[in-house]
């Protein structure tokens, strides 16, 4: 199990850019695959991206932000980071961290996702 803190978060403008970052401490990191998750008022909780574990860390996105966003982990530093680009205020939401060592419970399992981090709030508006 991971200890994930998120950062980077704040108010933008439409179209803008915007990464969050995603620090992990412990000893899974290697063997986790790490996913965005995303909670917008009133509405549950939605994969956003993922990225497996192996080297090169194959990828997978949400329809609703693929070509936007960009998932990446930089294992020299035990960092996941989520780059956010051509925000729209439909974007707006809590974005959490999430670690696991199977990829099939970040992609298709949330419920059984062992380490989550605590969210950072994102609200995109003019």
């Known amino acids: 199990q991971l200890h994930l803190v998120e950062s980077g978060g704040g108010r933008v403008q439409p179209g803008t850019s915007l990464t969050l970052s995603c620090a992990a401490s412990?000893?899974?990191?290697?063997?986790?695959?790490f996913g965005w998750f995303r909670q917008a008022p009133g509405k549950e909780r939605e994969f956003v991206a993922s990225?497996?574990?192996?080297?090169?860390?194959?990828?997978l996105y949400a329809d609703s932000v693929k070509g936007r966003f960009t998932i990446s982990r930089e294992n020299s530093k035990n960092m996941v980071y989520l780059q956010m680009n051509r925000l729209e205020p439909e974007d707006t939401a809590v974005y959490y961290c999430?670690?696991?060592?199977?990829?099939?419970?970040?992609?298709?399992?949330?419920?059984?996702?062992?380490?989550w981090g605590q969210g950072t709030q994102v609200s995109v508006s003019s």
């Open positions: 412990g000893s899974d990191f290697f063997t986790s695959h």
């Open positions: 999430a670690a696991d060592t199977k990829l099939h419970n970040i992609i298709e399992e949330t419920k059984a996702i062992t380490s």
């Open positions: 990225i497996s574990r192996r080297s090169g860390g194959s990828t």
